[in-house]
């Protein structure tokens, strides 16, 4: 198996980053949607955009919040493994792979809560990554876009 992984553009504020993939599990858990498919992460404020069928009510948004919270205060481990692209489809969504992706993949693992294809930075246990808050959300054709940022 080749490990050359594809280079990287940008680098993320990893307590944010972390938090995006376990929203990301959370809103496939409560929603049965897809992972955000569109998603700015930033240190001072982060949006995703979801595609759902309806808007959450504000109690579903709390439980979003507390559900994410819950996963980061559990502390587990971020860990990261190698493998190639028939290994990884068995166990994470490759839909938003590009098409020049590297022939070995990392995916990242936050305990046996999330697993994704990611080249990013992270932080290495939840515990690292603060208190997650929604700032605000909307809905508007069929994308509810989700304001968030990370407290430490």
């Known amino acids: 198996m080749n490990n050359t992984l594809n280079s990287h553009n940008k680098q993320e504020y990893e307590p944010a980053h972390t938090a995006e993939h376990i929203l990301n599990a959370t809103m496939v858990r409560m929603f049965g949607c897809p992972r955000s498919r569109n998603a700015h992460i930033e240190k001072k404020k982060s949006k995703c955009d979801?595609?759902?069928?309806?808007?959450?009510?504000?109690?579903?948004?709390?439980?979003?919040?507390?559900?994410?919270?819950?996963?980061?205060?559990?502390?587990l481990d971020v860990t990261m493994e190698f493998m190639?692209?028939?290994?990884?489809?068995?166990?994470?969504?490759?839909?938003?792979?590009?098409?020049?992706?590297?022939?070995?993949?990392?995916?990242?693992?936050?305990?046996?809560?999330?697993?994704?294809?990611?080249?990013?930075?992270?932080?290495?246990?939840?515990?690292?990554?603060?208190?997650?808050?929604?700032?605000?959300?909307?809905?508007?054709s069929g994308i509810w876009r989700l304001r968030w940022k990370v407290v430490r």
Do not use: W
């Open 84 to 140: 190639s692209h028939e290994q990884a489809s068995v166990i994470v969504d490759m839909s938003k792979l590009p098409d020049d992706a590297s022939e070995t993949l990392r995916i990242v693992r936050i305990g046996d809560y999330d697993a994704c294809a990611c080249i990013g930075a992270h932080v290495s246990n939840t515990r690292e990554i603060g208190e997650f808050r929604i700032i605000s959300h909307s809905y508007e």
């Open 50 to 75: 979801y595609i759902l069928d309806a808007e959450p009510s504000e109690e579903q948004v709390a439980e979003i919040q507390a559900k994410v919270n819950e996963v980061i205060s559990s502390g």
